[in-house]
């Protein structure tokens, strides 16, 4: 065996090292049972919505099923320079309903941020509640959604609280990308659990107005096109605690992206707001990437034996973790199929992703370069 080949049963070693650790934690990780509070506090939700026109109305429709005391909740969305018929659906949807608010951007506030950030920093100045909900215009919403969060976060003292987002599939790649978000959501409750948070998704955050403002909003924190982790940084920087939850309560369910060139553009996004991610977890983050690398070429080099048993070991205790977060979230596997041939999935979208990010150009989301 060559030095080479060598360093890479090493990768792949660490790689399941890693994966044996994240399923021990797994296990052991229960979200506590928050007590409700005797008075909940008012709550702001804001929506950024930029060309959302096939997804706001499911969006607002799922918003006013919300399970609150109606006199303690407003809805801002943010319109964000949509050129499609967003601000029209929105406009309709809003009549006879006063706890709705739509704020349509000229793109000229805030000139220090932009995108998602530059909305949610106008729709957090307009707000005035006691906490502020977070959430995507192409986010169907649990009718418990509020009040899990708000109970989540004051049960916690935590300054930002982040639920669990699953995908709605209705093909095999969209379902991979279920298995791939349920996955990773899995990864952020567990390393939340051992108190070295990474991040949280920002169309399912709770944020305290008082953490918010002593950070200084959005338009003070420098710019991130991962706006959800700049917030989730800035927050823990003034001292407060940050949970992941993982329950069925606050579980949202997202579009998914159709294309592959859509999904590439979504993870290059996530790449390059993961320059700011401590080392060691950038460390990790090159591991998963690598075993994906290496893997195929001690296949190819001949070591058909021992990449197919360690394969096999991995993509078992791969199964474990995501029927763990299924049971975690009361939920049946939707995808059997797409949970079994996930790792080919991702012997595909790894290196293409990885390509992908070493291609000279800035990032595009949402028709817009950053």
């Known amino acids: 065996m060559s030095f080479f080949h060598s360093i890479l049963f090493f990768v792949c070693a660490i790689y399941l090292i890693i994966q044996v650790f994240y399923l021990w934690r797994l296990l052991r990780s229960e979200t506590p049972d928050f007590k409700a509070p005797e008075n909940y506090p008012t709550i702001s939700i804001l929506v950024a919505a930029r060309n959302e026109e096939t997804n706001i109305l499911n969006c607002l429709q799922s918003l006013e099923l919300l399970d609150y005391p109606q006199d303690k909740i407003e809805i801002l969305i943010g319109n964000d320079q949509s050129t499609d018929n967003t601000r029209s659906i929105i406009e309709g949807f809003m009549k006879d309903r006063p706890i709705l ?116 909003g959005y338009e003070t924190i420098p710019f991130s096109i991962t706006e959800d982790y700049a917030l989730f940084k800035a927050i823990r920087s003034k001292g407060y605690s940050t949970i992941q939850l993982m329950d069925k309560d606050t579980l949202l369910y997202s579009k998914p992206i159709e294309t592959l060139r859509g999904l590439l553009r979504q993870r290059k996004r996530w790449l390059v707001g993961g320059y700011d991610l401590p080392v060691y977890y950038r460390l990790i983050l090159f591991i998963f990437g690598a075993w994906y690398f290496a893997l195929p070429i001690l296949f190819f080099s001949g070591y058909y034996t021992a990449t197919i048993l360690i394969l096999i070991v991995k993509d078992f205790i791969q199964l474990f973790q995501i029927i763990h977060i299924n049971k975690k979230l009361h939920l049946k596997m939707e995808n059997p199929m797409a949970v079994i041939l996930y790792d080919f999935y991702l012997f595909i979208m790894i290196p293409l992703t990885a390509l992908y990010f070493f291609i000279p150009g800035k990032t595009v989301w949402k028709g817009r370069r950053y």
């Open 101 to 216: 608010k739509c704020f349509n951007l000229t793109g000229n506030e805030f000139p220090q941020t932009k995108g998602k950030a530059r909305v949610l920093a106008v729709l957090a100045e307009k707000a005035k509640g006691d906490v502020l909900l977070i959430t995507d215009a192409d986010i169907s919403i649990n009718p418990q959604w509020a009040k899990g969060m708000v109970k989540a976060l004051l049960g916690s003292g935590a300054g930002l609280t982040a639920g669990v987002t699953n995908i709605k599939a209705h093909s095999f790649f969209t379902a991979c990308q279920q298995v791939d978000w349920f996955y990773f959501m899995g990864i952020f409750y567990t390393f939340s659990h051992i108190k070295k948070p990474i991040s949280a998704v920002g169309n399912n955050m709770a944020v305290l107005r008082k953490a918010y403002l002593e950070v200084g």
